[in-house]
């Protein structure tokens, strides 16, 4: 899967966990740009984002992302 095909299916992820289909998210993408972001909204889109590309996150991978590009970077290393 190619950089740009985890964008695009992450970000319709964002889409759908945020009910939200004008959302646009970009590698700068925190919880503080998307409204609704909270932390049940957390555990929800990494569940969704599992789920999306069958991929399984650690605690510590996931308290380690800053960005929603850290999230495709983690998501690059494990859809290998």
């Given at each position: 899967m190619t950089n740009e095909e985890i964008r695009r299916k992450?970000?319709?992820v964002f889409q759908q966990v945020f009910d939200a289909p004008e959302l646009e998210v970009?590698?700068?993408t925190t919880a503080e740009d998307v409204p609704g972001?909270?932390?049940l909204a957390h555990v929800n889109l990494v569940v969704a984002?599992?789920?999306a590309f069958s991929v399984r996150f650690t605690?510590?991978?996931v308290k380690g992302l800053a960005n929603v590009g850290d999230m495709?970077?983690?998501?690059?290393?494990?859809?290998?």
């Open positions: 992450l970000n319709g970009g590698d700068a972001w909270d932390s984002v599992e789920k605690t510590k991978e495709i970077r983690l998501i690059e290393r494990r859809a290998k």
